[in-house]
């Protein structure tokens, strides 16, 4: 594992230093490795199953919240919904794969009426838009939903609060778990420098609960802070747990595309023709096998 991170070091360091403007980079994001040239009709139901289910649980989730607070009398803490990471965390996902899904259907709808070519193909600083917003909402989405069941399950969990049913288990473990399978099965590409995005989304939640707490918000339990790792009463405390929270996303990134990169290798072995263009730049058969 450390030799393959140490070459996608170096693999990344060759894509900032020389430019491939005939880099076949933009069909990765529409595709899984395993079609590898034309999107199957499994993997478009696939992305729309998947964006149908996370926003059933959203929506379940956000009936449970309401009817729960309200049969308790308690309505000012239905406004509270959004105000918690994990529900955030929801329409992220929700975001994040409604753009893959639109993605890879309009590329299935032209090769379906033969009208796509990868020859109009683009290198990765010359992305649409919508691709580059896709990848950071996808970055983003991955190492944050991995985090928010981490922490969930460790930290924050209490059995005499907390019930174990669906409106929890979608919020917090499942989106993780198809962040991971995704991850397995997609052919989009992954770089250690974007570490850095699901961390300025963090940031900004970050901000939003110091402004919260100035405000006089609440918790659901009347308490002055979202979290309690997040206590402003105690702000020494709060922005050490951002600064731990940072040093755990760039961990989670770090694991994330060692599954990315182990992922090039199987695909390596399985496709050997296609490895010249796996790892995001242009390598030649030997760094092939290393990689492998």
């Known amino acids: 594992t450390k030799l393959i991170l140490l070459d996608s070091l170096l693999q990344e360091t060759k894509m900032h230093c020389i430019k491939h403007d005939d880099l076949p980079i933009k069909s990765k994001f529409t595709n899984t490795w395993v079609s590898q040239d034309r999107v199957g009709l499994w993997f478009v139901v696939y992305q729309w199953v998947r964006v149908i289910f996370f926003t059933i649980a959203l929506i379940q989730s956000m009936v449970h919240i309401a009817v729960f607070f309200t049969g308790k009398g308690e309505t000012e803490n239905v406004y509270k919904y959004f105000i918690y990471l994990t529900n955030n965390g929801r329409w992220l ?34 992305l649409p838009l919508s691709y580059k917003i896709f990848w950071f909402l996808s970055n983003c989405n991955s190492s944050i939903s991995l985090m928010i069941a981490i922490v969930y399950w460790t930290l924050l969990y209490r059995p005499e609060r907390h019930y174990l049913d669906f409106e929890n288990f979608t ?19 992954w770089r250690l420098s974007h570490c850095v995005q699901p961390i ?21 339990y009347k308490e002055p802070y979202i979290y309690p790792i997040l206590d402003w009463t105690q702000p020494l405390k ?48 030997k760094e092939t096998a290393e990689i492998a």
């Open 171 to 189: 919020g917090h473990l499942l989106i993780g778990v198809a962040v991971v399978f995704d991850i397995l099965i997609s052919n989009r590409v």
């Open 238 to 285: 709060a922005c050490g747990t951002m600064s731990m929270v940072s040093m755990f996303l760039i961990l989670l990134h770090t694991l994330l595309y060692s599954l990315y990169r182990l992922r090039l290798a199987l695909k390596n072995r399985i496709y050997p023709s296609s490895s010249a263009y796996s790892t995001g730049v242009l390598t030649d058969a």
């Open 200 to 220: 300025l989304f963090c940031t900004m939640y970050v901000v939003f609960s110091f402004f919260y707490f100035l405000a006089g918000g609440t918790n659901y």
């Open 93 to 126: 996902a929700i975001s994040a794969f409604t753009m893959e899904a639109i993605l890879v259907t309009a590329r299935y709808y032209r090769e379906s009426n033969g009208v796509y070519s990868e020859c109009g193909e683009v290198s990765e600083d010359k």
